[in-house]
């Protein structure tokens, strides 16, 4: 069975940072791109981040521009996103996606985690 | 960026008939070396994450239910539910995956009359 399941979140003042995990499984995870997507509390969704099934290529909203990092080891099934200087705002639901074909970024994403709850707040 | 914006924000339709959900991108995602349309809709029930539908505008995922079709080109696309199903209550997004930063749709509440 395909499935991801995201872990980490939890709660963290301002300013601060936290590591979010992804762990894949039932598909050969270096053959795809990766991405994060949140949602905020009853908001909608959010593009956060893309990664390349190598893991050389990597994208960013405009708005977790230089505070986080995606990145995965392929060789452990596992993608993460490293999130420094933490607001108020980046507080969400944050989800793991698989691009639905390739290696490359632009597909639609097929498999989603549950997602994790990352809260903003002092 | 491109804006997806989706028409109308909430809907309610009775069961069996038709739901129509409209998306407008604010510039073309039309490869038209490919002719495929980077637009995908999503599924999103309560408390859960989102489900993939349709994908390249009007190819359905594996396991959808063949009542959802999408359709459309350019920067006008459509999902439609040919007869509702009570089980097809949720929030429905549309998605560009054309070009980074990737953009969702404001998504379209349906609900049962």
């Known amino acids: 069975e395909l499935y991801l399941l995201e872990s980490g979140g939890g709660l963290v003042q301002p300013g601060g940072s936290l590591r979010l995990s992804c762990a894949a499984s039932?598909?050969?995870?270096?053959?795809?791109?990766m991405n994060w997507v949140r949602q905020a509390p009853g908001e909608g969704l959010e593009w956060v981040s893309a990664l390349s099934g190598s893991g050389g290529s990597t994208y960013y909203a405009d708005s977790v521009k230089g505070r986080f990092t995606i990145s995965r080891d392929n060789s452990k099934n596992t993608m993460w996103l490293q999130m420094n200087s933490l607001r108020a705002a980046d507080t969400a639901v944050y989800y793991c996606?698989?691009?639905?074909?390739?290696?490359?970024?632009?597909?639609?994403?097929?498999?989603w985690g549950q997602g994790t709850m990352v809260t903003v707040s002092s | 960026d491109i804006v997806m914006t989706q028409s109308p924000d909430s809907l309610a339709v009775s069961l069996g008939e038709r739901a129509t959900i409209n998306c407008k991108s604010s510039?073309?995602?039309?490869?038209?070396?490919?002719?495929?349309?980077?637009v995908a809709w999503y599924q999103q029930r309560a408390g859960q994450p989102p489900r993939l539908l349709i994908y390249w505008a009007s190819s359905r995922e594996s396991g959808v239910p063949d009542r959802f079709s999408g359709s459309g080109s350019g920067t006008d696309f459509t999902l439609t539910i040919s007869s509702l199903q009570a089980e097809d209550v949720a929030v429905y997004y549309c998605q560009q995956y054309y070009t980074t930063p990737y953009t969702f749709g404001q998504g379209t509440k349906l609900e049962i009359k």
């Open positions: 996606a698989k691009a639905r074909y390739g290696s490359g970024i632009n597909y639609a994403f097929d498999i």
């Open positions: 039932g598909f050969t995870f270096r053959s795809y791109a």
């Open positions: 510039q073309s995602v039309l490869d038209s070396s490919i002719n495929q349309n980077y």
